[in-house]
């Protein structure tokens, strides 16, 4: 595709917002994408019950209206230099009512504090509604690599149902959170209608989120009411039922809303999006030497910080098992997006090293060095390597085999009762050691990227390289092992920790393009003009490094094969002993 010229006024500034899990944060680029300030503050959550997470649409607006006014605050821009916004944010749903835009309870309850009005994307209350969703065997299930997740809104919805007076569930308006805060941010409570209107509703929503269903799916669920009169009862969409791309204009910021964020009344609100989707916006249009011979539809863009998300947009519909999608013309109009990821990277590298029993000894040593405690393992190996003169770090794993589905698998295989197992365990207590399971769980991450590929480009996508961000993508080992395990180069952008807010704010800067160009600008030409200069990591051509990842691999398989195998002998040895029940 080509690049078109930028279409709005090169002295002005764009602003992102990423309203992740645990905090808001706010980034300001001025038109060349470059990063001029950004600032965050924590949000926060409830959790009454395990597996209860609720939070609040205004307590979340509080911190992103403070993060927006510290950034603007260390950039020494003026207020007047902003000309545009957009949110990303978790895959949360806020609850509103349709007819007074007051906020509702998450609980369902009328005696509970009302302004805990967000089910947090992590609540897995909804588990027998998703049951009941998936045992319909539809065929729009196919769109969630075979089933629906209880971590997505439609069961949680279908929960609240079940859970609140009819009356009462009648009168509430279902919100993604991005699309929430657009909503407090312009108070508009109808996206524009598209020149796709005329045709039927979206025949799913993605990644399960309330919008975008057919009638007739959300009769076969029970949810027919949220198609009622016009499609009232959802966010985030026209009367017709259908959400607009993401890039376009929502409208401008309201006096309340312009005064809350320290900004003009008269900047533009782009529509924006679930924050994996923001993150492939702000990572797949990277700029790299030789970057002609990897086109869009053959980048990969991995977000992968506490989790990971791995996004494709291909040029024709992949069904992949355990794979999300493709969704048609989402975020960008032409492609079809396949969403794939971890259910823990981050998150599992911190776990594994913090229960080991050298933990705080190779903290306080990190701490004495000035350096993180990745850094000090990645340190503590190559000393290791240096002095037993092995070939190199992999080689010191070799006889160690770690699988860390720890908290469930999400791809490819789409089964949350996996589990972690390891092989090569011993009663060493020693920071060697801890640095030889750290290495595995890096081994690991690695292994389970080239799984999902595999299956996907199987499938018939063309991945053939990989753009990382997120904070992992600050640890070199690991990205030498993706590189080599997964045999493509890897692109690393400078800042790879503001991925996702460097999306929102091509999007807020993509709609002023839409705007003055009527419509004709270009979200994919927006990336590029204003995506930044990554890195390139090449596969290692080191011949013991790719041997045994490749038979490390083949033992991967094994070990999360097995692992199912073994689960099935078991319940079919202690099947006939439990009791039936009447």
Same mark, same amino acid.
């Given at each position: 595709?080509?690049?078109?010229?930028?279409?709005?006024?090169?002295?002005?500034?764009?602003?992102?917002?990423?309203?992740?899990?645990?905090?808001?944060?706010?980034?300001?680029?001025?038109?060349?994408?470059?990063?001029?300030?950004?600032?965050?503050?924590?949000?926060?959550?409830?959790?009454?019950?395990?597996?209860?997470?609720?939070?609040?649409? #205004?307590?979340?607006?509080?911190?992103?209206?403070?993060?927006?006014?510290?950034?603007?605050?260390?950039?020494?821009?003026?207020?007047?230099?902003?000309?545009?916004?957009?949110?990303?944010?978790?895959?949360?749903?806020?609850?509103?009512?349709?007819?007074?835009?007051?906020?509702?309870?998450?609980?369902?309850?009328?005696?509970?504090?009302?302004?805990?009005?967000?089910?947090?994307?992590?609540?897995?209350?909804?588990?027998?509604?998703?049951?009941?969703?998936?045992?319909?065997?539809?065929?729009?299930?196919?769109?969630?690599?075979?089933?629906?997740?209880?971590?997505?809104?439609?069961?949680?919805?279908?929960?609240?149902?079940?859970?609140?007076?009819?009356?009462?569930?009648?009168?509430?308006?279902?919100?993604?959170?991005?699309?929430?805060?657009?909503?407090?941010?312009?108070?508009?409570?109808?996206?524009?209608?598209?020149?796709?209107?005329?045709?039927?509703?979206?025949?799913?929503?993605?990644?399960?989120?309330?919008?975008?269903? #057919?009638?007739?799916?959300?009769?076969?669920?029970?949810?027919?009411?949220?198609?009622?009169?016009?499609?009232?009862?959802?966010?985030?969409?026209?009367?017709?039922?259908?959400?607009?791309?993401?890039?376009?204009?929502?409208?401008?910021?309201?006096?309340?809303?312009?005064?809350?964020?320290?900004?003009?009344?008269?900047?533009?609100?782009?529509?924006?999006?679930?924050?994996?989707?923001?993150?492939?916006?702000?990572?797949?249009?990277?700029?790299?030497?030789?970057?002609?011979?990897?086109?869009?539809?053959?980048?990969?863009?991995?977000?992968?910080?506490?989790?990971?998300?791995?996004?494709?947009?291909?040029?024709?519909?992949?069904?992949?098992?355990?794979?999300?999608?493709?969704?048609?013309?989402?975020?960008?109009?032409?492609?079809?997006?396949?969403?794939?990821?971890?259910?823990?990277?981050?998150?599992?590298?911190?776990?594994?090293?913090?229960?080991?029993?050298?933990?705080?000894?190779?903290?306080?040593?990190?701490?004495?060095?000035?350096?993180?405690?990745?850094?000090?393992?990645?340190?503590?190996?190559?000393?290791?390597?240096?002095?037993?003169?092995?070939?190199?770090?992999?080689?010191?794993?070799?006889?160690?085999?770690?699988?860390?589905?720890?908290?469930?698998?999400?791809?490819?295989?789409?089964?949350? #009762?996996?589990?972690?197992?390891?092989?090569?365990?011993?009663?060493?207590?020693?920071?060697?050691?801890?640095?030889?399971?750290?290495?595995?769980?890096?081994?690991?991450?690695?292994?389970?990227?080239?799984?999902?590929?595999?299956?996907?480009?199987?499938?018939?996508?063309?991945?053939?390289?990989?753009?990382?961000?997120?904070?992992?993508?600050?640890?070199?080992?690991?990205?030498?092992?993706?590189?080599?395990?997964?045999?493509?180069?890897?692109?690393?952008?400078?800042?790879?920790?503001?991925?996702?807010?460097?999306?929102?704010?091509?999007?807020?800067?993509?709609?002023?393009?839409?705007?003055?160009?009527?419509?004709?600008?270009?979200?994919?030409?927006?990336?590029?003009?204003?995506?930044?200069?990554?890195?390139?990591?090449?596969?290692?051509?080191?011949?013991?490094?790719?041997?045994?990842?490749?038979?490390?691999?083949?033992?991967?398989?094994?070990?999360?094969?097995?692992?199912?195998?073994?689960?099935?002998?078991?319940?079919?040895?202690?099947?006939?002993?439990?009791?039936?029940?009447?």
């Amino acid at each position: 595709m080509d690049s078109d010229p930028l279409l709005y006024d090169l002295k002005y500034h764009h602003i992102g917002v990423d309203v992740g899990t645990g905090s808001a944060r706010a980034l300001i680029i001025d038109e060349n994408g470059k990063s001029i300030a950004s600032a965050f503050k924590d949000i926060d959550e409830w959790q009454p019950q395990p597996g209860i997470h609720e939070q609040s649409v #205004s307590q979340i607006w509080n911190s992103v209206c403070y993060a927006v006014k510290e950034a603007l605050s260390q950039s020494g821009i003026q207020p007047e230099s902003v000309r545009s916004i957009a949110f990303a944010a978790t895959c949360s749903l806020a609850l509103f009512t349709h007819d007074t835009n007051e906020p509702v309870a998450a609980s369902g309850r009328e005696s509970a504090d009302q302004d805990h009005n967000v089910i947090l994307w992590m609540d897995q209350r909804a588990k027998l509604e998703a049951e009941a969703i998936n045992k319909t065997q539809h065929e729009l299930l196919k769109y969630f690599g075979g089933s629906i997740s209880v971590l997505m809104e439609l069961p949680k919805i279908l929960w609240l149902k079940h859970h609140m007076s009819e009356a009462n569930f009648r009168r509430c308006k279902f919100y993604d959170l991005s699309d929430a805060l657009t909503y407090v941010a312009t108070r508009n409570q109808r996206f524009p209608c598209t020149e796709n209107c005329t045709r039927d509703a979206l025949q799913i929503g993605v990644d399960g989120t309330a919008k975008g269903w #057919s009638r007739e799916f959300l009769e076969a669920v029970e949810l027919e009411i949220l198609a009622a009169e016009k499609f009232k009862r959802i966010g985030g969409v026209c009367r017709h039922g259908r959400a607009p791309p993401a890039g376009i204009s929502a409208g401008h910021l309201c006096e309340m809303s312009a005064r809350d964020l320290g900004l003009k009344p008269d900047v533009t609100v782009g529509v924006g999006t679930i924050d994996s989707y923001c993150g492939w916006v702000g990572t797949a249009g990277l700029n790299f030497d030789g970057q002609q011979n990897f086109p869009l539809h053959s980048r990969m863009a991995v977000v992968a910080g506490t989790s990971a998300c791995y996004i494709v947009a291909s040029r024709k519909p992949v069904f992949v098992e355990g794979i999300w999608g493709p969704y048609q013309d989402w975020v960008l109009p032409g492609y079809w997006m396949s969403e794939g990821g971890q259910v823990a990277t981050g998150m599992l590298l911190e776990h594994v090293i913090e229960i080991h029993p050298a933990y705080d000894a190779a903290l306080k040593l990190a701490n004495n060095s000035d350096l993180s405690i990745y850094d000090f393992l990645d340190r503590h190996l190559e000393h290791m390597r240096s002095k037993t003169g092995a070939p190199d770090i992999s080689y010191l794993g070799r006889n160690y085999f770690y699988y860390g589905d720890l908290f469930g698998n999400r791809s490819p295989i789409a089964d949350p #009762s996996m589990t972690g197992s390891v092989v090569g365990l011993t009663g060493d207590k020693s920071i060697d050691n801890l640095a030889i399971q750290y290495y595995g769980v890096l081994e690991f991450i690695a292994l389970q990227m080239r799984h999902t590929i595999s299956k996907m480009n199987e499938a018939g996508t063309e991945v053939n390289s990989l753009c990382i961000s997120g904070s992992v993508a600050n640890n070199a080992n690991l990205m030498r092992l993706v590189a080599t395990s997964c045999d493509m180069p890897v692109v690393i952008p400078r800042q790879v920790g503001a991925a996702v807010c460097f999306g929102a704010a091509i999007l807020g800067a993509t709609a002023i393009a839409k705007t003055l160009a009527r419509g004709a600008g270009s979200l994919w030409s927006v990336m590029q003009d204003l995506s930044q200069q990554g890195e390139i990591r090449q596969p290692e051509k080191n011949a013991l490094l790719k041997d045994l990842l490749d038979v490390k691999y083949v033992i991967y398989l094994e070990q999360c094969e097995r692992q199912r195998v073994f689960r099935d002998m078991v319940e079919k040895a202690v099947s006939s002993h439990m009791e039936r029940p009447a």
